[in-house]
């Protein structure tokens, strides 16, 4: 009699705890289900700098979008960049970096670097990959606009301190691992207690009818007994078996997933390393202002136009090319830079500074296409346009890969036939002499006719000129050369070789004559003392691999008057 009361209570502690499992399992999923983000907030306390840098692996933190709001007075911008990039611009600048969000997840971290107490506007420069431009406030999605690291840059004008409000809504962990077990555990528990509670009343309903004898009552109860161990010792399995997966769950569910292992190419460094300069939505945006500034030049005969975009050899060719149209109406303007049709663009992979790429447009104006190089000299300067090229009639431009190619030193011979040094200095001394030790170094003809037209004005000048002695001398610009990898293991060399070219009289009293260009710049047109004219020649030179018996290809070439003397 005493065992059917304690199987009863038995049987109700299990319900009881097993609806209190029950709902807190439930409880889990509802009411103490965890929020699907968390906002983490700057401290208010940080040191004031003109410029805050928002760490890349904030991005990551928590897999999803982060959102960011800010708030500022005035006007600011936050910019998008590769890590190595706005570390660069940062330079030796005061600044805060949001590198983490501390253990309560209520605030973020910020360290901050001395330094500069100011630095330029970072509006504009060609190293942000997009801008968001704000007056007051701003909520930013920060995805990324490419694959690899990426790091925000945030900044009033360079003068005034960058905005200090900023908080980050972070994608919260909203999994419940215990959820599922609990409610199976609680549901196995007050099934077991049900399942308890029917043994017990069936027990004291079979003692209460006083059927048989005391033997079968005994062996009744020891049957019932062994059938009641078994249902409890089943419920106690199946429950067992339930918190062991339930404690499964959990692990697998708080416990980080295994890693792959990592490699060279999957760190930031490498990413970074192996990573164009720039992306082609950067190419364009910047081929377009370069675009507008040279149009805007080439309208108004005015070199100043072009500052901002424009430099090297091209801004002294175009300056003197202005000059001479304001005097002479007929003299040839040189040819217009478009960015429209853009054929392919060629972008080094070296993140050094300078950097040097390369578009090959072909918009109106341009009866050929033509090769624009441009070079960022340092990081807080933009890309400027430092020559043109238009390419030989008939020349197929080299295939170069589109995904960031290696650019060489103009020594370095490493897989060449020549180096850009040599290569150069090699059509130097073909466009000098018909004798040249290159002469079969160099692919010429009706694929290549600069060289012979070069050779040929020479040749006739010489013929011409009864009453003067005239010389020619074609020498390069070492710090013009740059020299980009192709597909094929060969280079393309492109760079600048000053074209001279002297003339003095015969004998006393002769005269020398130059043409109303030239007249322009030198302030006359007959000379008896004798005379210097300057031409600036753009080229660009294919070299093949090491071990090919190819000759060199003059790729594109052109020339432009530079100065005019007389002695």
């Known amino acids: 009699m005493i065992g059917v009361p304690l199987r009863l209570k038995t049987a109700v502690a299990l319900v009881l705890l097993g609806l209190l499992t029950l709902l807190a399992g439930i409880g889990q999923r509802t009411i103490w289900a965890p929020s699907e983000t968390f906002t983490a907030s700057a401290p208010a306390d940080v040191a004031g700098a003109p410029i805050t840098v928002i760490d890349q692996d904030l991005r990551t933190l928590h897999g999803g979008t982060v959102k960011i709001d800010i708030e500022g007075d005035g006007n600011f911008m936050l910019a998008a960049g590769r890590p190595d990039d706005v570390e660069a611009w940062v330079g030796q600048a005061a600044h805060n970096t949001i590198t983490g969000v501390s253990e309560d997840e209520k605030s973020l971290q910020v360290e901050h670097a001395d330094g500069e107490a100011t630095a330029p506007n970072p509006a504009g420069s060609d190293l942000w990959v997009s801008t968001e431009n704000a007056s007051g406030e701003l909520e930013y999605s920060w995805t990324p606009p490419a694959d690899g690291d990426w790091t925000l840059l945030l900044a009033s004008d360079g003068t005034q301190p960058a905005p200090a409000s900023i908080s980050m809504t972070f994608p919260n962990d909203t999994s419940t691992p215990w959820a599922v077990p609990l409610m199976v555990l609680g549901s196995l528990l007050v099934i077991g207690g049900i399942v308890l509670a029917l043994l017990s009343a069936r027990r004291r309903n079979g003692e209460g009818g006083g059927e048989g004898s005391g033997f079968a009552r005994r062996a009744r109860a020891r049957s019932e007994a062994k059938s009641s161990s078994r249902v409890t010792m089943a419920a106690a399995g199946v429950v067992a078996a339930a918190v062991v997966a339930g404690t499964g769950v959990a692990a697998s569910a708080t416990s980080p997933a295994p890693s792959p292992e990592p490699s060279a190419s999957a760190s930031p460094a490498a990413q970074e390393a192996g990573s164009p300069v720039l992306l082609d939505a950067q190419f364009r945006r910047i081929l377009e202002q370069v675009s507008s500034a040279v149009d805007a030049g080439d309208a108004a005969k005015d070199a100043a136009k072009l500052a901002e975009r424009v430099g090297g050899t091209e801004l002294e060719v175009r300056t003197q090319n202005y000059k001479i149209r304001s005097q002479v109406g007929s003299y040839e303007p040189r040819m217009p830079v478009r960015s429209t049709k853009l054929l392919t663009t060629v972008v080094t992979s070296d993140r050094e500074w300078p950097r040097s790429v390369m578009a090959v447009t072909q918009g109106e104006g341009n009866v050929v296409p033509q090769l624009l190089t441009l070079v960022q000299a340092s990081p807080r300067e933009n890309y400027k ?65 600069y060289i012979a037209d070069t050779l040929s004005y020479q040749a006739e000048v010489v013929k011409a000129g009864e009453n003067g002695n005239f010389s020619f001398t074609h020498k390069v ?77 003059l790729v594109a070439a052109t020339r432009g008057l530079t100065g005019a003397s007389f002695k």
């Open 385 to 449: 346009l430092v020559e043109t090229n238009p390419l030989q009639p008939g020349t197929t431009f080299p295939t170069i890969s589109r995904d960031g190619t290696e650019t060489l030193a103009p020594a370095d011979k490493t897989g060449l036939l020549y180096s850009g040094e040599e290569a150069l200095s090699g059509l130097a001394d073909r466009l000098t002499s018909e004798d040249s030790a290159f002469k079969d170094k160099l692919v010429e003809g009706e694929s290549s006719p």
């Open 477 to 553: 610009v070492p710090e013009s050369t740059v020299v980009f990898r192709t597909a094929d293991g060969g280079a393309l060399v492109l760079g600048r070789i000053n074209f001279g070219f002297e003339g003095t009289p015969k004998a006393a009293g002769d005269k020398l004559t130059i043409g109303d260009d030239a007249a322009a710049l030198a302030g006359g047109k007959e000379t008896t003392t004798g005379m210097v004219l300057s031409f600036a020649e753009s080229v660009a030179v294919y070299v093949p691999p090491a071990g090919s018996t190819d000759p060199m290809k």
